[in-house]
């Protein structure tokens, strides 16, 4: 998220005052990112988004930009742990 300042034929673009959105279950964290200049390669969506009506569910709860990298790093944590039992796992084929 940010304000659109420039953009041009490629789809190439600048962001001013960028901020990426982090969710991790029912948590959410805005970390601001700054001036962003992005490749138009990558560009998939651009859309307008108002503020006034940006809601987010109302059992998200706003933490600090460590609280959600902890939670990130947990559920990363988690992830790998389900993979490597699943690969233990594998001679029982479960599909």
């Known amino acids: 998220m ?3 300042r420039s ?3 490629f789809a190439n673009a600048v962001l001013e005052g ?5 969710i991790v279950g029912e948590q959410y964290c805005d970390i601001p990112l700054g ?3 992005i490749r138009g390669e990558n560009v998939v969506l651009i859309g307008e988004m108002d503020t006034e009506r940006e809601e ?3 059992h998200m709860i706003r933490v600090s930009e460590t609280e959600i990298k902890r ?3 947990v ?4 992830g790998e742990l389900r993979g490597t039992m699943r690969k233990r796992m594998e001679f029982l084929d479960f599909d």
């Open 56 to 58: 987010l569910p109302p």
């Open 75 to 78: 559920e990363r944590e988690a």
């Open 7 to 9: 953009f041009d034929q």
């Open 2 to 4: 940010g304000t659109l």
């Open 35 to 37: 001036l962003y200049v």
């Open 18 to 22: 960028a901020c990426e959105r982090v």
């Open 71 to 73: 939670a990130q790093k």
